[in-house]
């Protein structure tokens, strides 16, 4: 028997709904920027931030930030994505890219390091952290579900990182008053119950991998929970009750300072991006 589109549709926009209620995720007269890269989670999750702004009984306002990493030939299909989208449920986009903000696309420094992930995740949360504080947006609105979530606290806890903890959980607290808070609408949704909406709905989505992403750890914990999950379903549900059960967020708590050079949010006295660019500007000079 086939899956039933508005049965499947209620499921999933409900479990989305009362995670924001349960959270209070979002507030009257709050300004939610989506991080919409035209995937199928930050698809869903705009299109669940519509039926929400739609359904709730007060007001906040939505807009959605897109970042173009400069990946020729696979980037392209998720800017349309976006665009369409965002165009198809009336709301604002921003589009922005590494060309213009930083001055070079992904594709002209990936070389430079062990993987091309370790740039790209830094510029493109920088990007989309100072273009929500530019807009005066009260929170950064991800699409991380249930998968991502799980594969973050295990590369977290594979390399010892503790102080990436704080990460944990739907709603991350300001900690710094240039850093944009972030939500996330599908932190208990498996991904693939966001394949499966897509495809019932016949949304545009941006189904391509990026050809970076095979060589990062991330893509060999993923792997890992895909094989654990098929010959014992309920591992990754499982995995998330149990940090659920243990983690207490509130003892891990980062301090930030600014960038002695930038002036953005950092645990040290030089952030991360301005580290990479040192990194970047050595290579092209030799």
Known sequence: MGLNKDEFNEKIFSRITDLINDYQLIKEGEK???????????????????????????????????VDEGIEGYRQHGIDAAVNNAELLDIPLIQKSFKDEEGFALDDIYSYFKSACIPCGVFRRNILN???????????????????????????FSRGDTVKFSKFGPELDQIHEKLVPRIK?????????????AVLNGIEIHLAECPY?????RAKIKEFLNNTESKHPGTKVNVMESFKQILDVENVRTVLNECERCGEPTSGKVCKACEIKDTIYENLEN
């Open 185 to 197: 609408p599908l932190w208990n949704t498996p991904e693939k119950e966001v394949g499966m909406w």
């Open 213 to 217: 992403s095979s060589l990062s750890l």
């Open 130 to 156: 100072k273009t929500a504080y530019e807009i005066g947006a009260d929170k950064i609105a991800t699409g991380h579900n249930l998968d991502d979530e799980i594969q973050s606290f295990l590369m977290s």
């Open 32 to 66: 939610i920027a989506v991080a919409l890269s035209g995937g199928k989670d930050s698809v869903l999750t705009l299109h669940a931030l519509k039926y929400y702004q739609d359904g709730c009984d007060f007001d906040f306002e939505l807009v959605a930030i897109s």
